[in-house]
């Protein structure tokens, strides 16, 4: 009987699931080659963690690993049900209040190394994180694909930590929680069609989130999005790499100035609040938002149990 000790909690919504004991910490001189070591030799375990019967399609999951750089307090690698994640806006606000609720850090700043850098956060007294992302930028301006079904889409790439294709929903596709199966098919098919078409991020990375925008039902936000998550499910959380690159794209459409604030809602109503700053000519994210532990728990993998390593995608 194999023991994985686990906290758990949300970020507006959305839940992260952080090991803290019974995972091996991968090899690897870096948190890039740490990543890779765990896709190469530990793949089972992510599967376990986050899949059912233990989670389920929106979890994701978190490993703490010790820092890789000077003054980091320690290195996260997030995963989901299909594979893994550069970075993860709602599951760095989650891992600063589960380190805090372990009495690892207090209010105040803290860093965290990931496979795409280092990222700053700070947490304040009334529980509120904000989080310095990595650079983010636009790649691609109006791009526009024929969607089966659906017609011509035009949106733009940008990057926020994870690859995205940014467009306006429409009268035609609602933002709302009564509609999500109309909008999981159409941005799976938007998703699909960008493969198809061999439209990438730099370098050839695929675009594997798919962000939608419309009017927000908030009178404080700005706007309300449903953003399609690497492999079926959708963030029930405002997105906060999502954020980092539509502000990014606001930026560059000239709509939105440095030290601006940028109010994101979700489609379940969670709210995140961002702003960019310049360094080194780069646009870096700044995303605010509150996360709530809701269990500290221990999963165990019986040797006998068919489902010892989850459900199969």
Known sequence: MHETSVVDSHTEGEPTRVVIAGWPDPPGATMAERRDAMRRSQDELRSAVVREPRGHDAVVGALLTPPVSPGATAGVVFFNDVGYLGMCGHGMIGVVRTLEFLGRIHPGTVRIDTPVGPVSAVLQDDGVVTIENVAA?????????????????????????????LAEAGDAMPIEVANVRDLMAFTMTVRDTLDREGITGADGARIDHVELFGASARVDADSRNFVLCPGA??????????????????????????????????????????????RDGALIPHIS?????????????????????????
């Open 289 to 313: 938002g509150r996360a709530f532990i809701t269990a500290r728990s221990t999963l165990l993998f019986d040797d006998g149990d068919p489902f010892r390593y989850g459900i199969p995608a």
């Open 137 to 165: 930028y636009r790649y691609r301006a109006d791009v526009e694909i024929d969607v089966d079904g659906f017609g011509p889409v035009r949106g733009d790439v940008a990057y926020g930590g994870n690859w995205f294709f």
């Open 233 to 278: 499910a959708y963030d029930r959380s405002p997105c906060g790499t999502g954020t980092s690159a539509k502000m990014a794209v606001l930026h560059a459409r000239g709509t939105l100035a440095l030290g601006e604030r940028w109010r994101q809602e979700s489609i379940t109503g969670g709210l995140f609040t961002g702003w960019l700053s310049e």
